[in-house]
């Protein structure tokens, strides 16, 4: 059954059941992944995903239930299932958008993007692996080597006459390659995020994958101290993502985030300025309007410092007393609505990556990080975590250290933050919305080199 010919069917069965208010969500995933190890295919996967889900409102409560097949069956099943979700959901009900606003006309899908055929991009993966055993002989194996493409299409309505479609679509690149000099063994890895297939190079990829590995080889230790540090775009990027929810407003509500009572008061260095673009053309999670059919729109978070907003949905933002922010968000049509960023960043400066580590007398600069998951609290903003990096003096990086324990708190770090680089790039996390930061250069951090 075509989806609007769905859409007017459960509409019309639910008025009939009583129900005053009705949503449709609809969600369309296409996926491919594939995976090569040594010149052969380790791994493929190639899948098409849709769904519907229905929101309503009966008996003055909200139910939620969701289906794969739109037929006559699933109207009713639909249907039938959100009556019984909502007798036993015992939260607010939440309101439907009437959707009387403006909407952006933008589209973030890339038809060229689309039409990259399967042998084109097997072929690059093994060109670029190629490249990479050439590129030197130190070159032990490439760990993990992989492409991936999605694209997602979206469609809201409701029957208060909102009527709204999006889409969009990504691709990326990541290999992780493993370096050997004598019995040291060291490996990174390196990623491409594109809409633009044809710009991609299999020799320049190789190169920067293989040079950040051999960039690793002869660590040593240094003094366990306080050190200023710079920290990567990669790595601020991870610490980033990972304490994004505490600028949710649901977080804030639930006292789970350590901002609440915040608004307005400095909470980071003046070289802070954090902001939500949801229009950025090659933007994962760029969209003109949220979960929830509430236009979208660029949001200032941190400005200068001063922390100006947290990210609302309708049922938030009614709880405090102001608009939706446009971040009401499910994660698929299966979900309920919560709150989430789209694409987050922190606002680059004019330092470039080498200018933030020339004035340092001694220094660390951190490259990555790991255990993010299990080494951060993200409500106290505390972390340890394991870190690789290199060693700085007198505004030089003298070389790699071993594997460091660095340890802080986010909150803190940000109050600390003395410059901001130019350095800004975007990776394929997604977690909590599309999250990235040029580098940072931080007064100090506790480091502990094994």
Known sequence: MELITFRNQVFEAGYKLGMTDLELYYEKQESFSCEIFKGEIDDYQSSSVSGVSVRGLYNGKMGYAYTEKLDEESVSFLLENLKVN?????????????????????????????EVTTEDKIAFLKAVEKEIYEYDPRVVQTDYAGIYDK??????????????????????????????????????????????FASLNAETFAKEAVEKSLSFLGGKTYPNKNYPVV?????????????????????????QSRLKGKINEKIASEYVTLTDDPFLPDG??????????????????????????????????????????????????????????????????????EELY?????????TDLAGLHSGANQISGDFSL?????????????????????????????????????????????????????????????????
């Open 284 to 353: 994962i999670r760029s969209g003109t309007f949220d979960s929830e059919g509430v236009p979208t729109k660029e949001l200032t978070v941190v400005e200068k410092g001063q922390l100006k907003s947290f990210f609302h949905n309708l049922k938030t933002a009614k709880k405090d007393g102001v608009k939706s922010t446009g971040h009401g968000h499910k994660a698929s049509y299966k979900d309920t609505i919560g709150v989430s960023p789209s694409n987050l960043y922190v606002v680059p400066n004019e330092d470039s990556y």
């Open 358 to 366: 020339a004035n340092l007398e001694e220094g660390i600069i951190i």
């Open 86 to 114: 909502a007798v036993l959901i015992e939260d607010e009900p939440e309101e439907l958008f009437e959707g009387n606003a403006d909407y952006k006309e933008m589209d973030f899908y890339s038809p060229a993007l689309s």
């Open 386 to 450: 394991a870190a690789n990096g290199y060693y700085v003096k007198d505004g030089k990086i003298v070389g790699p250290t071993n594997l460091m324990t660095v340890a802080g708190n986010f909150f803190e770090m940000l109050q600390d933050v003395e410059k901001v680089g130019s350095d800004l790039i975007f990776s394929p996390m997604d977690a909590f919305g599309y999250v990235d930061s040029p580098s940072l250069k931080v007064k100090n951090l506790s480091i502990a080199v094994d």
């Open 151 to 196: 694209s997602i299409e979206k469609a809201l309505f409701n029957n208060k006459g909102l009527e709204l479609k999006d889409r969009n679509n990504l691709m990326y690149v990541v290999f992780s390659v493993v370096v050997k000099d004598g019995g040291e063994i060291k490996a990174d890895f390196h990623f491409e995020l594109t809409k633009d």
């Open 231 to 255: 920290i990567s775009n990669n790595a601020a990027s991870t610490l980033l993502a990972t304490f994004a929810p505490s600028f949710s407003a649901e977080k804030v509500q639930k006292s």
